[in-house]
């Protein structure tokens, strides 16, 4: 999932404070403060660092967003924390055939949405079909395509608006919807042999298919709530939703709690669910997210007592390296299986219509190799050796029974860089023009920007320009691939090589470098089709070997999350790499 994002800074607050004398305040203050100020309506408040791009399961991708369809949303199956085993969900139990091909997962009898309706395994169906929809917006549809039919319902959908656009008003609404309804049922693998029943057939064995259906693309939605506000557009013959369906008073949920309020920008607050199968095991009253992306404004909210938990401050900043030196009992930092990482754009050309350069892979080496990446974690983000710096894409030790191939990454070489550049046609960097490195405001992706800039032009003799955009405009250009260069970061979804290395398969919806290799794709399939567990992460291994020779990306660092927290007042937070919560089971205690 894409991580960290930053929005607008909130002037809510209107206090200028430096950040080291905030600090030199937290500390003298202690864990939390003791303001008057201190939040005791029983609901656990904690900041967001981002507004949310959306609150439909299907169409998310940021971890903010994915956080909060925890809340809302209950999947077929949940992990415990911090230890990640799965546990039963909306599903009391599962079992998977002998020959793995086919699942089947029993609903439990006292499913309820928030408005009292029954969950049924028809609104799984429903959901997932809406992910495998082109131009639904759903970034993850590939995660779906290892269901029986799948690939071949999104691919026959995608033909059938090309040959809509050629003859738009041919065939009505109800004709195209219809005809949609009829072709997933007959071709692709999901049945409700009941109502509590759903059977899964699969296209090959995929051993982590349990844990792709707790991941919030997988949960279901209430069909009647979403379908009237569903409709086939007249002039693109696409199937779209109103996102009014997930505003508050109109989006019903399963989870442990239900939209109350949500103000952009500014706060979203999510009550008990009355019909949620487990309401006497929620801990706490209420959940209430407090947006902002000034991390001095989130971190007053939490001296003053107004907050319990900032889960998202980014460790790009120093503020972070300052808490940790005050050796505070409420800061919290582990390692985070996700990575910090440059894209290259690998399309003929760029956004400009001029041929592109980076689509060599001589130049992206290049690039990659003179990105001075201990000097960033010793001098920028300042956490030294907390911060691992990243020659593979998948970070050592997130899995445990996959070894990344680090010999394949690229070591700080700018004598070898030059020497590439050389060769691929551009001495001294000349001739390397109109780049620019992209990158979302807030988080301190200016800073490494800079780092990155200047050590490019001391040892390349490549001058890039600098470009700062505000969260949903950075994701646009990212996703449309509208620059040359672009910072992002990626964090593991599910605890599979595959949640890393299947992001740069060509027609994955989260390739915004465009990354384009036969034999890298080639590689994934193999894996897929291979039975034995040994094999399978030898061939993931040589695909994520083949990535890094490529270099559509320069990774940079592997993240570690920081978090603050008062354990003694917020229990049931737990902090882990995968950075899954269940917030319905966070108690607060009273100071």
Known sequence: MHGDPKQHPSARCGVAIGLSALVAMLSLYGCGGDGDNRVGDGRLHFVSSANHHTLDPQQMSWMHDIRIADCLFEPLLVLSVPDLELQPGAAASWAVSE???????????????????????????????????????????????????????????????????????????????????????????????????????????????????SFATFAPVHEPSVARLTAVQSRTGLIQTDPAWTRPGVMVSNGPYMLESWRPEQRLELAPNPYYHARDQVANAGIVEHITSNEQTALLLYQQGQVHWLPDIPTAKPIVAQLLAADRADTHVIPAAGTYFYNFNCLPKLPSGQLNPLADPRVRRAFSMAIDRKTIV??????????????????????????????????????RARELLAEAGYPDGVGLDGLSILYNTGAGHETIAQQIQAVWRQQLGVSVKLEAMESKVFGQRLRSQGFSIARASWFGDYQDP??????????????????????????????????????????????EATLLADQPLAPIYHYVRFEMFDPRRVQGLAPNPWNRHRLEQVSLVSP
């Open 99 to 213: 020959d793995g091909l086919t699942y089947t997962f029993h609903l439990r009898e006292n499913g309820r949405w928030s408005n009292g309706d029954p969950v049924k395994a028809s609104d799984f169906i429903y959901a997932w079909r809406r992910a495998l929809l082109p131009g639904s917006a759903a970034q993850y549809s590939m995660l779906f395509f290892d269901i029986s039919g799948a690939r071949d319902f999104f691919d026959w959908r995608a033909r059938e608006i090309d040959a809509y656009l050629d003859n738009p008003g041919q065939r009505t609404s109800e004709e195209l919807m219809r005809d949609v309804h009829e072709h997933f049922a007959a071709t692709v693998g999901l049945r409700a042999i009941n109502d509590l029943t759903l059977e899964v057939r699969l296209e090959h064995p995929v051993p982590y298919f349990p844990q792709l259906v």
């Open 498 to 543: 595959t949640t890393f290395l299947d992001k740069w398969r060509i027609d994955n919806g989260n390739n915004d470098a465009a990354y384009s290799n036969p034999v890298y794709d080639a590689l994934l399939d193999e894996a897929a089709r291979t039975r034995d567990p040994a094999q399978r992460m030898h061939r993931l291994a040589l695909a």
């Open 378 to 415: 010793d001098q920028v983000t300042r956490l030294g050796d907390r911060q691992p710096i990243a020659r593979t894409f998948i970070p050592p030790d997130a899995l445990p029974d996959y070894q990344p191939p680090i010999e394949a990454g690229i070591d700080y070489n700018p004598t």
